[in-house]
DNA sequence: TAGATTGTTAATCGATTAACAATC
DNA sequence: TAGATTGTTAATCGATTAACAATC
């Protein structure tokens, strides 16, 4: 058994991060006021192919205009839909280092449809204390919070050791969601959404394409 | 015009984003002083096809032995070098807030071939002061130093609305790759490279995910 | 040797792109 | 109307997966 399951149906991957991108752009828009906005439009500003935007917008279920384009209020209103942003989704953090308070600490969260609603850490020193208004409560108290307050939603960001045991208690107690932040890849049944964010992946990618091209430039160099 | 270019030849993308998980699994089992590790195992623990580890494997060129399968120390070195983590690159990092600081004070990058030399800022407030040994220096010395220690790396922080100006004026002065961490999508030379880190983006296949699986659990219930 | 595991070559699958008719 | 833009259907492309021979 080796396959593993990609997508439940619906969006491509590829689609749905892409989504965001449109929003930010398409808000960027709205204030100036824009009523319409095209494919070709969205597609230069992001570096994309026309064709490509009409394939994603069209998941979303609008509908443009020809010759016109897409309402741009309704566009940014079902793009946000799509992405579930139209509801608060509750969050529980694990782990208040550095990053778990700069997460904490990022109000904007919010007009993402996040909402963090304590963080928890296992350090004395922390508990009790607050951060931008949230409090640290101890980790003994993780689970219970979660089944009684039904959260959905469990944002990791302790060292990668620790990342496991908690994934596998916080899912024990209901959590339907992880975005895991440990450089580790969590094992967890497959029915629960695990949204990794790992900061050395992404900068895998970039240190790599910065070796090729450092690369290319100095033999491009040397031909001359 | 509408084509982009994807990748300038070289390894895959999404094989690129998966080499991180090996090199952190293949860690934690070198502590356990193995010496060979198959594509069955890695396949195992990262949800993986065993297929599809040899063909990411075979890419960095490591060969393996039947029956054995890799020789763990080698595997590890070949894949760091694949990713240039052997190399420590120098970083600049561009707004000292929240996440900035989240990241300043994360050691573990030099691991990872980071190395983030110096931070720049446009608040008096936070100019002079120092960020975990790093000093913040004044946005207005970015250029000039960027020429002068010729960095090739800045990591964007910055609000969104100064995104953009702050890579173009990185990118004139000689900046080779960005690390960009601002929701929004940044115009420059297709020769710069630029790794895009939004936490919105992740967030919205999470929340999107999380209400699909919702929905369908409830419809479930509901059937019974 | 027998059996496990690699690595190659071919098939499949899914996303992107192209072509073009429909529409405002 | 003419022309720009959408949306559908088909072609292409690249990554994943399957099949299987080679090898230790």
């Known amino acids: ?9 619906g969006i491509p991957e590829p689609t749905l991060r892409r989504l965001p991108k449109y929003i930010d752009l398409l808000k960027g828009l709205q204030s100036t006021n824009a009523k319409y906005v095209s494919s070709n439009y969205i597609a230069d500003k992001l570096n ?30 079902s793009l946000n839909h799509t992405l579930n942003r139209d509801n608060l989704n509750d969050a529980f953090l694990i782990g ?17 449809g996040l909402n963090i609603v304590a963080a928890f850490d296992n350090d004395p020193e922390k508990v009790g204390k607050q951060v931008n208004g ?15 307050m039904k959260v959905n939603i469990g ?5 990668a050791e620790s990342a496991q045991p908690i994934a596998e208690e916080i899912v024990e107690a209901g959590i339907n969601a992880i975005w895991n932040f440990a450089p580790i890849h969590l094992k967890v049944a497959k029915d629960v959404i695990v949204e990794n964010t790992q900061l050395t992946q992404s900068l895998g990618v970039l240190t790599h394409k910065l070796a090729a091209k450092l690369k290319k430039d100095s033999i491009m160099t040397f031909n001359k």
């Open 96 to 112: 208040v280092g550095r990053l778990g308070s700069a997460l904490i600490g990022y109000r904007a969260f919010s007009t993402y």
């Open 134 to 148: 949230i409090e640290i409560l101890p980790v003994t108290k993780l689970a219970g919070l979660i089944k009684r």
């Open 155 to 159: 944002i990791i960001t302790v060292p």
């Open 48 to 77: 994309l192919a026309s064709i490509q935007v009409r394939k994603d917008l069209a998941i979303t279920g609008i509908i443009g205009k020809a010759k016109l384009g897409f309402d741009l209020d309704e566009l940014i209103r």
């Open 1 to 9: 058994m080796e396959k593993v399951e990609k997508h439940l149906g």
